[in-house]
T-cell receptor, first 109, second 112 residues
Framework: EAGVTQSPTHLIKTRGQQATLRCSPI?????VYWYQQALGLGLQFLLW???????NRGNFPPRFSGRQFPNYSSELNVNALELEDSALYLC????????FGPGTRLLVL | AQSVSQHNHHVILSEAASLELGCNYS??????LFWYVQYPGQHLQLLLK??????LVKGIKGFEAEFIKSKFSFNLRKPSVQWSDTAEYFC??????????FGGGTRVLVKP
């Protein structure tokens, strides 16, 4: 069974640009979670999508947004990138237990 | 708001030594508890989980954890570590809102 996949693996952007990160959940999982793993800040919850709807949101500004598609895959969009957005962004899919993808490492220059 | 504390940020030990990593959470209601591991260069993997029932939970690779409700703790243990257990370990709690709240992680280095 394929696990959670994320693309791209690495992304380099400059300040002010927009980044789009993608996640495909495990087959049969309808919920997708996004987390940010920034140096020194640990793993922080960003967004939760279930059945195409945003269900919960972490303590992040509105320029972090996303969506979930009918096939349950998800996109995370980060607008107006700032240097401190540099981090590993993890996607997890779940029925009861969250299983994580390999992440997208975003570097903002 | 719920929070999770992992008391040790770094642990260094020799092969065959016993390992115990502490995890405490603050939330008064029903919780689901998890330990995840992140090996160097790899993604987060589930080690074990507790939803209900026997508070002593056995996971993969010889790890176990004990849920002590009165102490709000979910400590991870392994009787005899191997060099391959070198990794970062994260405790996580799922309570209200379905999101996972993670501890800050503990980096474990096992010397061969």
């Amino acid at each position: 069974e394929a696990g959670v996949t994320q693309s791209p693996t690495h992304l380099i952007k400059t300040r002010g640009q927009q980044a789009t990160l993608r996640c495909s959940p495990i087959s049969g999982h309808t919920s997708v979670y996004w987390y940010q793993q920034a140096l020194g800040l640990g793993l922080q919850f960003l967004l939760w999508y279930d059945e195409g709807e945003e269900r919960n949101r972490g303590n992040f500004p509105p320029r972090f947004s996303g969506r979930q598609f009918p096939n349950y895959s998800s996109e995370l969009n980060v607008n107006a990138l700032e240097l401190e957005d540099s981090a590993l962004y993890l996607c997890a899919s779940t029925l009861w237990t969250q299983y994580f993808g390999p992440g997208t490492r975003l570097l903002v220059l | 708001a719920q929070s999770v504390s992992q008391h040790n940020h770094h642990v260094i030990l020799s092969e065959a030594a016993s390992l115990e990593l502490g995890c405490n959470y603050s939330y008064g209601g029903t919780v689901n508890l998890f330990w995840y591991v992140q090996y160097p260069g790899q993604h987060l993997q589930l080690l074990l989980k507790y939803f209900s029932g026997d508070p002593l939970v056995k996971g993969i690779k010889g790890f176990e954890a004990e849920f002590i409700k009165s102490k709000f703790s979910f400590n991870l243990r392994k009787p005899s570590v191997q060099w391959s257990d070198t990794a970062e370990y994260f405790c996580a709690v799922k309570a209200a809102g379905n999101k996972l709240t993670f501890g800050g992680g503990t980096r474990v280095l096992v010397k061969p």
